[in-house]
């Protein structure tokens, strides 16, 4: 198992947040240690459309000077433009699948093997079903795109954001009716507590479909600070032979964060116990 570090904490988003530029980020994640960096696709950092493709070098190049592998990219839902694939608005729609597209291209580009499908929220007067079968065509598209770029897309359960993707089976149930090879599943521990489950139950249900991993204590504290048993979720993975990231996804939810100790206290817990 490998770790790495999400970059919402030192980014802008979702809330105002000390704020760096992605080299910056990138050198310190690689002093401390870290595999990886899993990039969330939103400004500063890696919005698709503010990115010249000498600028896509010059990132690409940074990763491999400090010798760094981007484990994924998250697009950022919400917001402006919604970005949200379970809109009743055909247009949001039609835009949301381009963006993800526009992503995945982004990925391809700096040789990252996957991409988070977060697949959206049912809103007022759009039922359940509706909202459910729009997520599913739009991510049948984008994996289709994807495929050809070698990438896989993975389904996260996001019930503290959401209520469309909630549950475990919810993941596994969508990227099944996909019937595409290169569609997986992910969780993040934060969800898992949220709902007052025990997080290492998802490593077994999801096990050979289980492509990615978020880390997250409750509250988005680094692992080791809250109520999480991480000492039964790496057993858990440990037993299914996951071989993916983990990928700390912490402390973005205030501006009270100082993303270095969120950074350095999560890979410093990991590395005890792995």
Same mark, same amino acid.
């Given at each position: 198992?490998?770790? =790495?570090? $999400?970059?919402?904490?030192?980014? =802008?988003?979702?809330?105002? *947040?000390? =704020?760096?530029?992605?080299?910056?980020?990138?050198?310190?994640?690689?002093?401390?240690?870290?595999? @990886? +960096? /899993?990039?969330?696709?939103?400004?500063?950092?890696?919005?698709?459309?503010? %990115?010249?493709?000498?600028?896509?070098?010059?990132?690409? #190049?940074? *990763?491999?000077?400090? $010798? %760094?592998?981007?484990?994924?990219?998250?697009?950022?839902?919400?917001?402006?433009? #919604?970005?949200?694939?379970?809109?009743?608005?055909?247009? /949001?729609?039609?835009?949301?699948?381009?963006?993800?597209?526009?992503?995945?291209?982004?990925?391809?580009?700096? !040789?990252?093997?996957?991409?988070?499908?977060?697949?959206?929220?049912?809103?007022?007067?759009?039922?359940?079903?509706?909202?459910?079968?729009?997520?599913? /065509? #739009?991510?049948?598209?984008?994996?289709?795109?994807?495929?050809? %770029?070698?990438?896989?897309?993975?389904? !996260?359960?996001?019930?503290?954001? =959401?209520?469309?993707? /909630?549950?475990?089976?919810?993941?596994?149930?969508?990227?099944?009716?996909?019937?595409?090879?290169?569609?997986?599943?992910?969780?993040?521990?934060?969800?898992? %507590?949220?709902? $007052? !489950?025990?997080?290492?139950?998802?490593?077994?249900?999801?096990?050979?479909?289980?492509?990615?991993?978020?880390?997250?204590?409750?509250?988005?504290?680094?692992?080791?600070?809250?109520?999480?048993?991480?000492?039964?979720?790496?057993?858990?993975?440990?037993? +299914?032979?996951?071989?993916?990231? *983990?990928?700390?996804?912490? @402390?973005?939810?205030?501006?009270?964060?100082?993303?270095?100790?969120?950074?350095?206290?999560?890979?410093?817990? *990991?590395?005890?116990?792995?």
């Amino acid at each position: 198992m490998k770790i =790495s570090f $999400n970059t919402w904490v030192y980014s =802008s988003f979702p809330v105002w *947040l000390p =704020s760096y530029p992605l080299e910056v980020v990138i050198q310190r994640l690689a002093s401390m240690g870290y595999d @990886g +960096i /899993e990039i969330g696709c939103a400004s500063p950092h890696a919005w698709p459309d503010y %990115l010249s493709q000498e600028r896509r070098k010059e990132v690409l #190049g940074h *990763l491999k000077q400090h $010798n %760094l592998e981007v484990s994924a990219m998250l697009p950022a839902p919400g917001g402006g433009p #919604g970005v949200n694939p379970s809109s009743a608005l055909k247009e /949001e729609r039609a835009f949301t699948v381009k963006h993800y597209k526009d992503v995945i291209r982004l990925a391809h580009e700096w !040789e990252c093997p996957t991409v988070i499908w977060v697949a959206g929220w049912a809103a007022f007067g759009t039922s359940q079903k509706e909202a459910w079968n729009y997520s599913l /065509e #739009g991510l049948q598209d984008c994996a289709r795109y994807a495929k050809d %770029l070698g990438i896989t897309l993975v389904v !996260e359960p996001t019930p503290a954001d =959401s209520n469309l993707i /909630e549950t475990a089976d919810d993941a596994l149930m969508l990227a099944e009716e996909t019937r595409e090879s290169n569609v997986k599943v992910m969780f993040d521990t934060f969800h898992a %507590l949220y709902r $007052n !489950e025990v997080p290492s139950d998802y490593v077994y249900r999801m096990k050979d479909k289980l492509h990615h991993v978020h880390i997250s204590d409750n509250d988005r504290l680094p692992p080791g600070q809250g109520v999480g048993n991480f000492d039964a979720v790496l057993k858990a993975l440990k037993e +299914i032979d996951y071989k993916g990231y *983990l990928s700390m996804e912490v @402390g973005f939810h205030t501006r009270q964060a100082d993303p270095d100790w969120y950074a350095q206290t999560s890979i410093d817990f *990991l590395r005890s116990k792995l």
